[in-house]
């Protein structure tokens, strides 16, 4: 079983950056590929970014592919995504997912439980 817990969310205004987290439990961290989803009000929730188990390739979505960026640090078992240039449409529901197959199919195994992320115009 992994636990995950994001932070990090918070309001910001249109243009300034944010950097979440997410610490996992367990001893076998750098085994799964890590991902971070979002979902906004009223829509279906969407793929941010993945990154490999070593950390050594990252996808983003169109969306954000040059104003955030994914990383891992596997000693510390935590995932981050630092998101910059933020847009009132960037704000949603964060949530980080591990998955052994995230990076290729998008699939999931465990969830944390979200942090909102809040961009103001």
């Known amino acids: 079983q992994v636990q995950l817990v994001e932070s990090g969310g918070g309001l910001v205004q249109a243009g300034g950056s944010l950097r979440l987290s997410c610490a996992s439990s367990?001893?076998?961290?750098?085994?799964?590929?890590m991902g971070w989803f979002r979902q906004a009000p009223g829509k279906v929730r969407e793929f941010v970014a993945a990154?490999?188990?070593?950390?050594?390739?990252?996808s983003y979505a169109d969306s954000v592919k040059g104003r955030f960026t994914i990383s891992r640090d596997n000693a510390k078992n935590t995932v981050y995504l630092q998101m910059n240039s933020l847009k009132p449409d960037d704000t949603a529901v964060y949530y980080c997912?591990?998955?052994?197959?995230?990076?290729?199919?998008?699939?999931?195994?465990?969830w944390g439980q979200g942090t909102q992320v809040t961009v103001s115009s």
């Open positions: 990154i490999t188990g070593s950390g050594g390739v990252t």
């Open positions: 367990g001893r076998t961290f750098s085994n799964y590929a």
């Open positions: 997912a591990a998955g052994v197959r995230l990076f290729v199919t998008r699939g999931t195994d465990f």
